[in-house]
């Protein structure tokens, strides 16, 4: 510690007790009550909070107040309970809910800006998550004990306010850059999509097209279907691949030692426009039923059920894995004599596609859903087999750039996140100076 530092448990600087916050009932014209992603940012977010019945079962309600630091005592993650941050000033009466402990401090001993910075330092995650439990549902947990107990580095007031300054001067510029990079990124996946959807009904090149001439279905709705170019047409899934659901394991099949693991996707790993596969469960099915499930290079993937959000979005199989099934929520797409190129497929359900899935989805109380039967009626444009394979070269020379630059946008994220926790390090160690010009600053660099 630098000269005139000391190192203070929170409970020597607090000006009340520390005290966990109230169960609300929910409801309607009562106080808002706040809510656990309020407490992401450094300063608490009072547009994450719901309503409540303001009667608080009984017990006073309690309120944030300017310079609290609210501490979220349970979270679902190791890395997020304990998430700390500063009440600058509600726009309005806020209920504390009984999540969070109020912390309140003696401004003469503890500048509370100086806290909520510190609070997101790796000098104060190192010691809650040490101090954390896991209780009943995989929560974790830290209570008022743990809390009163944890180390603060204390420097004098004046010099808690200078690093509070400087390292606000930082993290300003840190979050600037930020901004115009996830701008960035989001520009990137909007110009992707554009670009592919427009790939996949032929509008990428000025060309005379021709209205739309595809004959009603009994039981969809296809809205208004564009014009192609000359020598493309419009006709239905079922006419150019073979469309299958996939496999619903059984939850209480024996063990059957002639059985086989296999690999099964889920709607998770089938994202838009491409597979996560970080996360693949394993099921065990008789070998005849896995063969004639069984994924092959080129299928096209197809959610048919989850979220609203979720339905209709697909990408590719090039057999990432050596034995893989979809699971009864996918769609296995496989075209049929070569009619359709996959990649122009997957482009088409990922645009035209999923809108035309959301219309023609069943909705109940649950996750929505579509069938079978539907999605083999979705209509698909179809360019002469001669053009296909040009035109998918053409449009992956461009999302290849594109990927180029959102891996390089990317990266920079890493860095301004490693930066910022490098900064609060060395803010709270004493090793915290002014910016840099601009010709020399890490934060420029990003």
């Given at each position: 510690m630098p000269a005139g530092w000391r190192i203070v448990r929170l409970a020597d600087v607090l000006s009340e007790p520390l005290v966990n916050g109230r169960s609300l009932r929910p409801g309607e014209g009562g106080l808002p009550v706040l809510r656990m992603p309020a407490l992401r940012a450094a300063t608490v977010d009072f547009t994450q909070s719901k309503s409540s019945d303001r009667s608080g079962n009984g017990h006073a309600i309690l309120v944030a107040e300017h310079g609290d630091v609210l501490v979220g005592r349970v979270n679902g993650s190791h890395s997020l309970v304990g998430e700390g941050a500063l009440v600058d000033g509600p726009p309005t009466p806020t209920a504390i809910p009984d999540s969070m402990i109020r912390v309140r401090v003696r401004p003469g001993a503890l500048d509370p800006r100086y806290l909520a910075h510190l609070w997101k330092s790796p000098v104060m995650r190192r010691q809650i998550e040490a101090r954390a439990r896991q209780g009943g549902a995989a929560i974790w947990r830290i209570n008022q004990r743990d809390l009163a107990d944890v180390l603060l580095p204390l420097p004098p007031v004046g010099e808690q306010r200078r690093i509070v300054g400087l390292l606000e001067d930082h993290l300003a510029r840190i979050d600037a850059t930020t901004i115009r990079t996830h701008s960035a990124l989001d520009q990137a996946d909007v110009l992707s999509r554009a670009l592919t959807a427009r790939a996949g009904r032929g509008a990428l090149a000025g060309t005379a097209r021709v209205p739309a001439?595809?004959?009603?279905?009994?039981?969809?709705?296809?809205?208004?279907?564009?014009?192609?170019?000359?020598?493309?047409?419009?006709?239905?899934?079922?006419?150019?691949?073979?469309?299958?659901?996939?496999?619903?394991?059984?939850?209480?099949?024996?063990?059957?030692?002639?059985?086989?693991?296999?690999?099964?996707?889920?709607?998770?790993?089938?994202?838009?426009?491409?597979?996560?596969?970080?996360?693949?469960?394993?099921?065990?099915?008789?070998?005849?039923?896995?063969?004639?499930?069984?994924?092959?290079?080129?299928?096209?993937?197809?959610?048919?059920?989850?979220?609203?959000?979720?339905?209709?979005?697909?990408?590719?199989?090039?057999?990432?894995?050596?034995?893989?099934?979809?699971?009864?929520?996918?769609?296995?797409?496989?075209?049929?004599?070569?009619?359709?190129?996959?990649?122009?497929?997957?482009?088409?359900?990922?645009?035209?596609?999923?809108?035309?899935?959301?219309?023609?989805?069943?909705?109940?109380?649950?996750?929505?859903?579509?069938?079978?039967?539907?999605?083999?009626?979705?209509?698909?444009?179809?360019?002469?087999?001669?053009?296909?394979?040009?035109?998918?070269?053409?449009?992956?020379?461009?999302?290849?750039?594109?990927?180029?630059?959102?891996?390089?946008?990317?990266?920079a994220l890493e860095m301004a996140g490693r930066l910022r926790r490098n900064l609060l390090d060395r803010a709270f160690t004493g090793h915290l100076s002014p910016p840099l010009p601009p010709s020399g600053q890490q934060e420029f660099v990003l």
């Open positions: 001439n595809l004959p009603l279905a009994a039981g969809v709705g296809d809205g208004t279907l564009p014009g192609l170019p000359e020598r493309w047409r419009w006709t239905r899934l079922h006419d150019v691949a073979e469309v299958s659901r996939g496999i619903a394991p059984s939850g209480t099949q024996e063990w059957n030692p002639s059985d086989t693991d296999v690999s099964c996707l889920r709607v998770a790993n089938v994202q838009r426009g491409r597979l996560d596969l970080d996360d693949v469960r394993t099921i065990r099915l008789p070998p005849l039923q896995a063969e004639a499930a069984r994924l092959r290079a080129g299928d096209v993937l197809l959610t048919g059920g989850g979220s609203i959000d979720s339905l209709g979005r697909g990408w590719i199989w090039e057999e990432q894995l050596p034995h893989c099934v979809p699971h009864s929520h996918l769609f296995r797409v496989r075209i049929s004599a070569h009619q359709l190129h996959p990649v122009l497929l997957a482009w088409h359900a990922n645009g035209f596609g999923r809108t035309w899935c959301h219309r023609n989805a069943t909705h109940s109380v649950g996750p929505a859903s579509i069938s079978l039967a539907k999605i083999r009626l979705m209509p698909v444009p179809v360019a002469p087999v001669d053009e296909q394979d040009h035109l998918v070269a053409v449009v992956q020379a461009h999302t290849a750039a594109l990927n180029t630059a959102r891996t390089a946008a990317e990266r």
